[in-house]
T-cell receptor, first 114, second 112 residues
Framework: NAGVTQTPKFQVLKTGQSMTLQCAQD?????MYWYRQDPGMGLRLIYY???????DKGEVPNGYNVSRLNKREFSLRLESAAPSQTSVYFC?????????????FGSGTRLTVV | DQQVKQNSPSLSVQEGRISILNCDYT??????FLWYKKYPAEGPTFLIS?????DKNEDGRFTVFLNKSAKHLSLHIVPSQPGDSAVYFC???????????FGTGTSLTVIP
């Protein structure tokens, strides 16, 4: 039972390079989320997808794009990486949007932009 | 501005004693709260929740208290065990909201 799987686990990028972080869940959840974790800032929402076919901005969407490829997969793309995007990225899923449904998180992607 | 705050970045407690982790929030519309636990190199895992219709919720050694008038919640761990050493995040949401807002985390160390 994998839960939420994120790839890659680690990545180093040069400034200006692009990359896509992949996320897949096998729990038949409707909603998926991308968060970033920075020291002293906690977890901040980048984008979310309440259901297949929809995406919405969170608190810190600038510099990112997302694609809800299907019900299982939700990818996060950095078109032109910047050092400020050095962070740990977590994907999460929930049965539905709304407070009654807690999140299941992946193990994270540690991204360094040099 | 941070809507959910955990003002203590770290806490050390002796094994067997009580650990108390605190969380404050500013949005009076929040009415559902969660605590997550995170080990290094892992994602956060759900620990315990409470809704605004309650002021206390217990699950084994873990109890969460909510004081809505003070916009404050706390997590009590009794007795604390070395395996409880982790970073604890509180999170809050409106009941019909689309996202949880997370605090900055408190790193708990339980000393054997």
């Amino acid at each position: 039972n994998a839960g939420v799987t994120q790839t890659p686990k680690f990545q180093v990028l040069k400034t200006g390079q692009s990359m896509t972080l992949q996320c897949a869940q096998d729990m038949n959840h409707n909603s998926m989320y991308w968060y970033r974790q920075d020291p002293g800032m906690g977890l901040r929402l980048i984008y979310y997808s309440a259901s297949e076919g929809t995406t919405d901005k969170g608190e810190v969407p600038n510099g990112y794009n997302v694609s809800r490829l299907n019900k299982r997969e939700f990818s996060l793309r950095l078109e032109s990486a910047a050092p400020s995007q050095t962070s740990v990225y977590f994907c999460a899923s929930s049965e539905a949007p709304g407070a009654n449904y807690g999140y299941t998180f992946g193990s994270g992607t540690r991204l360094t932009v040099v | 501005d941070q809507q959910v705050k955990q003002n203590s970045p770290s806490l050390s407690v002796q094994e067997g004693r009580i650990s108390i982790l605190n969380c404050d929030y500013t949005n009076s519309m929040f009415d559902y709260f969660l605590w997550y636990k995170k080990y290094p190199a892992e994602g956060p895992t759900f620990l315990i929740s409470i809704s605004s219709i309650k002021d206390k919720n217990e699950d084994g050694r873990f109890t969460v208290f909510l004081n809505k008038s003070a916009k404050h919640l706390s997590l009590h761990i009794v007795p604390s065990q070395p395996g409880d050493s982790a970073v604890y995040f509180c999170a809050a949401s409106e009941i019909d909201g689309n996202q949880f807002y997370f605090g900055t985390g408190t790193s708990l160390t339980v000393i054997p």
